[in-house]
């Protein structure tokens, strides 16, 4: 018997011995090197440890110093000065899930993860400190820097650092988000079944701050609780359908509620200075919005897209199932004012202007606005009516050599003014009538021309038509048919008029001297593909104090 209890006895020491022995060599640098060489060896991952620490003061914690790891074959995932392992009694069953893992001074790269694989190991809570995280395969592509804070549990899966049902609380540096880069960010949320919910964000970012909350669901649907922009300097290398493509190119975003306050946004070729915003229950999806009971209330110091610059607008509109209710739009341009209200419905793509007023402008038309004439509108805009128009002391000038124009302290009104139909620019119904103080058409000089019609469905009736030149009186009337052709006849007389008053406009010289009385009957066709001379047709009859003529034009020629 005493033989026996020696045995064991002795057993027992060197057992104990043993592990005395294996303890003190993984603490060695021979030790951390063969256990990295072991693990590298046998699994598909590769480990680099330059140092294995354990204390007994902490009895339950390793300390890993250089740590390196990542998949065989790929760049690590993990490069950090220091692990703390946070054992517990789970290692018996599950050796790569711990009770905690603490990573501090490195960088997790999980571009560097194959698809198909996920980091093995698993912790009831991690811990980050001073920690580099990049994500640039990511669906929400992200870089940050200097991040701290810890994950409740950890069970990271592809491509995903959080991992699935945890709650978490980081704090970083520095953090970009699709090109949009935040300093001094919180975060805190949680994950359930794949569903990020963020109950607080906080950042500055471009100069400015940032407060929200939102959550994602499992297919990167964003639901945007609350969230607030101040004194936001933004300057993207977009122009404005890119940089708006950032935010709205993606799956859908359901906002509650977004404020800015005091922003200023730039781009090459566009900008925004002084924004205040606020809008209200609005989802963003696949190119379109919804709403139930939305609102955008919103004014800026300026906008600016292109040639287009807007001075002090303000927008006040309302969201709905049918459609946008715009209650308010005003703005200062060209020196002028610009103000309507009215409404776009969705089911017929109608914009409707109950009321628009233009006052003051000081316009210049740009070279190409005949193309723009001509061109298909967008497909969610099908038609323009405007109800009610009114016009006042406006300057209009078209510099196009081929035939400039000028209208000085421009008047008008108009109603039941339809001026787009199916996706196309015209004046296919309503009344309008115009005048002007002075007006030159292609360096013809008019005093007070005034202008009348009344359009329908068959035709464009000007049904009055006058102006002073020199001495006399210009008046006629005209139709102008809505067919592609867009036939139009013209009776046009002058009273007391020069002989040759019609010359700039495209008649040919009259070898006459003088004023004279003239009557002018004229057929053409305004189609947009066609050049007008050839299709006119007209005769003129002139008659001076001591001569008469008469002149025919056919196919734009005299014969």
């Known amino acids: 018997m005493k033989f026996l209890g020696k045995f064991f006895l002795t057993l027992l020491l060197l057992i104990v011995f ?273 709403s139930e009971d939305g609102s955008l209330v919103l004014n800026a110091g300026n906008f600016i897209n292109g040639s287009l610059t807007l001075n002090d607008p303000i927008i006040a509109a309302d969201f709905s199932t049918q459609g946008i209710a715009l209650k308010q739009f005003s703005s200062r341009w060209v020196n002028g004012v610009v103000r309507a209200d009215g409404n776009w419905t969705r089911s017929d793509k109608r914009l409707t202007l109950n009321n628009l007023a233009v006052a003051g402008l000081e316009y210049t038309l740009p070279q190409d606005w005949r193309d ?51 996706q196309q620019w015209g004046i296919w119904e309503g009344q309008a009538s115009f005048n002007a103080a002075e007006a030159t058409f292609n360096r013809t000089d008019l005093r007070h021309p005034s202008l009348t019609l009344a359009a329908n469905e068959s035709g464009i009736q000007i049904t009055e038509m006058s102006a002073f030149n020199n001495k006399g009186l210009l008046e006629g009337t005209a139709n102008i048919g809505q067919q592609p052709e867009r036939p139009l006849s013209l009776s046009l007389k002058g009273r007391g008029v020069p002989v040759n008053v019609l010359q700039n406009w495209g008649w040919p010289q009259i070898a006459l001297e003088g004023d004279s009385n003239l009557q002018l009957e004229l057929k053409a066709s305004l189609a947009a593909a066609s050049p007008l001379r050839p299709s006119v047709n007209a005769t003129l009859n002139i008659q001076t104090d001591s001569q008469s003529q008469q002149q025919t034009l056919h196919a734009g020629q005299l014969p």
């Open 18 to 290: 043993s592990f005395v022995v294996i303890y003190v060599m993984l603490q060695t640098q021979w030790g951390a090197g063969w256990l990295s060489r072991w693990i590298s060896d046998k699994t598909a991952w590769h480990l680099s440890i330059s140092k294995i620490e354990h204390n007994f003061s902490s009895p339950s914690h390793i300390i890993l110093d250089d740590f390196s790891f990542g998949h065989d074959g790929q760049p690590a995932v993990i490069v950090v000065a220091k692990v703390d392992l946070g054992l517990s009694l789970v290692q018996f069953s599950d050796p790569l899930h711990f009770a905690s893992i603490g990573l501090s001074d490195g960088t997790a790269n999980l571009a560097n993860l194959t698809d198909d694989t996920t980091l093995p190991m698993q912790a009831d809570r991690l811990q980050l400190h001073n920690m580099r995280i990049d994500s640039p395969a990511h669906r929400q592509a992200f870089s940050s820097v200097a991040v701290n804070g810890g994950i409740t549990p950890w069970q990271p899966g592809q491509h995903d650092l959080l991992g699935h049902d945890t709650q978490f609380r980081l704090s970083a540096k520095r953090l970009e988000l699709n090109k949009v880069v935040g300093e001094n960010v919180l975060i805190e949320g949680s994950v359930d079944k794949g569903n990020l919910q963020l109950t607080n964000v906080g950042a500055d970012i471009a100069r400015g701050s940032m407060t929200g909350s939102a959550s994602r669901d499992a297919a990167g649907n964003w639901d945007i609780n609350q969230l607030r922009l101040n004194d936001i300097r933004y300057q993207s290398a977009d122009n404005l359908h890119d940089f708006l493509q950032q935010f709205l190119g993606g799956p859908s975003i359901a906002i509650n509620r977004l404020d800015m306050t005091d922003a200023r946004l730039q781009g090459p070729d566009w900008a925004v200075t002084d924004l205040d915003l606020t809008l209200k229950n609005l989802t963003w999806n696949n190119g379109d919005w919804q």
């Open 372 to 422: 723009k004439w001509q061109a298909a509108l967008p497909e969610w805009l099908e038609s323009v009516l405007v109800q009610r128009a009114q016009f006042n002391h406006n300057l209009v000038i078209d510099i196009n050599p081929a035939w400039p124009f000028q209208m000085t302290s421009l008047d008008g009104n108009a109603s039941n003014l339809l001026l787009a139909k199916q």
